[in-house]
Nanobody, 120 residues
Framework: QVQLVESGGGLVQPGGSLRLSCAAS????????MGWFRQAPGKQRDLVAD???????NYADSLKGRFTISRDNAKNTVYLQMNSLKPEDTAVYYC??????????????WGQGTQVTVSS
């Protein structure tokens, strides 16, 4: 069984920074792309950023320049550095990953989500 576990959320003042982490754990699995989504109350879950195994990143246009996605393949971990945070960044942040356990079939796994609240 493969699991994604997020950490690093919390309460931060406007203009502050947070770094989210998401680690995949389990036995005998491979990971391709990894990403971050967010969902604010009453809204749909939207892409924040994703990154290929070789490090090519893609961002939501509105977040370019403030958020940076990165990954450590040796640790099966993806990160999201969030700077200059705004109240509208408040949401539950979810990581996901394309994972295979048999080398053939790929499945999207999701983490449980971590709350980020930007407020003074």
């Amino acid at each position: 069984q493969v699991q994604l576990v997020e950490s690093g959320g919390g309460l931060v003042q406007p203009g502050g920074s947070l770094r989210l982490s998401c680690a995949a754990s389990g036995n005998n699995f491979g990971i391709s792309a990894m990403g971050w989504f967010r969902q604010a109350p009453g809204k749909q879950r939207d892409l924040v950023a994703d990154i290929t195994r070789d490090g090519r990143a893609n961002y939501a246009d509105s977040l370019k320049g403030r958020f940076t996605i990165s990954r450590d393949n040796a640790k099966n971990t993806v990160y999201l550095q969030m700077n200059s945070l705004k109240p509208e960044d408040t949401a539950v942040y979810y990581c996901n990953a394309a994972i295979t356990t048999d080398g053939t079939k790929w499945t999207t796994y999701w983490g449980q989500g971590t709350q980020v609240t930007v407020s003074s």
